[in-house]
């Protein structure tokens, strides 16, 4: 469990995330990276679940990048089918870690400017069972993962209000499983046309 919302328009995309990691058999605590770039093409990709299955999928998607025919949408278009292909992988190496499969669970998002689209555009990706497809979602304006306790609130782009978000979803989260699940500090991607930067915006 942990945080990941993104907000975005025709030029601004945002995507923020929380640090925490936790070491799966020990339960130790670490700061862990669930927001990568892939600069040259202005993409972001983020994760909210196994942080070990996220990198993989980072490193295949950063190996497709150097593609001299790359581009995001074809990328978009890939990417489920890769999830669902790497899935049964993960699960058996979960089962032999002496993991429980109901634990087993990812979120991603691939986002960035579209030069084919003339915008800012973001996808979301979802699997937790082998024996359905990976759930893929084209984002409108954004999404908030956990979603529940942020209703009601306005969409925001300020820091200020992003961080805010981010604390109220960390102390949902840890109340509701009983432990701390999520936390650290959350980062923040602001990818506009020909520009990412990534922001370490305070402590949850």
């Keep these: ?28 605590h670490s700061a862990g990276a669930k927001l990568l770039l892939i600069p040259q093409h202005n993409l972001v990709l983020a994760t909210r679940g196994s942080t070990q299955f996220f990198l993989r999928i980072y490193e295949l998607a950063l190996q497709a990048s150097f593609r001299a025919e790359f581009t995001m949408e074809q990328l978009t278009a890939e990417l489920g089918r890769v999830v669902d292909q ?36 973001a996808t979301a990706y979802a699997k937790s069972d082998s024996s359905r497809k ?14 529940e306790p942020l ?5 925001s782009f300020a820091e ?8 109220i979803q960390a102390a949902w ?6 432990r701390v699940v ?18 370490d915006l305070g402590p949850l």
């Design 1 to 28: 469990m942990s945080i990941l919302n993104v907000l975005l328009n025709r030029d601004h995309l945002v995507v923020t995330v929380d640090t925490l990691a936790e070491d799966a058999r020990t339960g130790a």
């Design 86 to 121: 790497l899935w049964p992988n993960y699960e058996k190496a979960a089962v032999e870690a002496g993991l429980p499969l109901e634990q087993l669970g990812t979120e991603l998002v691939l986002g960035g400017w579209s030069p084919k689209n003339g915008r800012m555009v």
């Design 134 to 147: 990976t759930l893929v979602q084209p984002l409108e304006r954004g999404l908030a993962s956990p979603g």
């Design 151 to 155: 209703a009601g609130r306005p969409d």
């Design 160 to 167: 200020a209000d992003l961080l805010a978000a981010g604390k």
């Design 173 to 178: 989260l840890n109340s509701r499983v009983g």
């Design 182 to 199: 999520a936390g650290g500090r959350l980062l923040a991607g602001h990818l506009q046309n020909a520009q990412a930067v990534v922001k």
